[in-house]
């Protein structure tokens, strides 16, 4: 069964509303309350939960607990998800080093770069050159890579990442990356971003002008 990836961001999004309502001590949740925690209608609720059997009762609602051990199952945040970052620049080792990625159940493994003078196979998270990079995904059954490389060697590292077990790949490089059946990529470019942000406000500013 394919997930769309609207489906996948707000089964994380019930999931983190659960979280709280139980930290909170609540047992019970409705489908309209997380249907207007997320802005969403309580149909939608039901039909995201339906498409993974998570059932509830009519009267009582969903137990909160166990929804949220099933949705960690379904989400794959039972276990630690292993991470490599291609690219040990300023932008990859600042990913390296993001004390975020604990705390959601993300290992960053090691990174991989092809400059000597950022390998560094004894630190804490190892930087490895490119060629060990096909062994250790291999080796530690990685399924998902960040880029951070220059523009001109994106296209080959992808193709060689595509050729191992990794089944995932967050681009940052500047360029638009094509997956593939079994390999899907989520470009990312920080400028494009930031030209799209800096329109929406001069376009408000516009507005509130006029």
């Known amino acids: 069964m394919k997930t769309n990836t609207e489906v996948i961001n707000r089964l994380l999004k019930y999931r983190d509303v659960m979280q709280k309502m139980k930290g909170l001590g609540l047992v019970r949740v409705f489908s309209d309350n997380l249907a207007d925690a997320l802005g969403v209608s309580p149909s939608l609720v039901r039909k995201d939960f339906s498409m993974f059997d998570l059932t509830g009762n009519k009267r009582g609602g969903y137990r909160i607990e166990e929804m949220v051990e099933k949705l960690n199952v379904i989400l794959g945040k039972d276990r630690k998800q292993k991470i490599i970052i291609v690219g040990c620049g300023k932008m990859g080792r600042a990913l390296m080093n993001y ?112």
């Open 99 to 210: 004390n975020g990625f604990p705390q959601v159940g993300i290992r960053v493994a090691a990174g991989f770069d092809s400059d000597p003078h950022l390998l560094d196979s004894d630190a804490p998270i190892p930087i490895l050159h490119v060629s060990k990079m096909k062994r250790f995904i291999a080796e530690n059954e990685i399924k998902l890579a960040v880029l951070t490389v220059p523009e001109p060697s994106a296209q080959s590292i992808l193709d060689s990442l595509m050729k191992t077990s990794i089944r995932g790949v967050i681009n940052f490089a500047p360029v638009l990356l094509k997956g593939s059946d079994t390999c899907l990529i989520h470009n990312i470019n920080i400028e494009q971003e930031l030209e799209n942000l800096f329109y929406q406000i001069q376009f408000a500013d516009r507005e509130e002008g006029e």
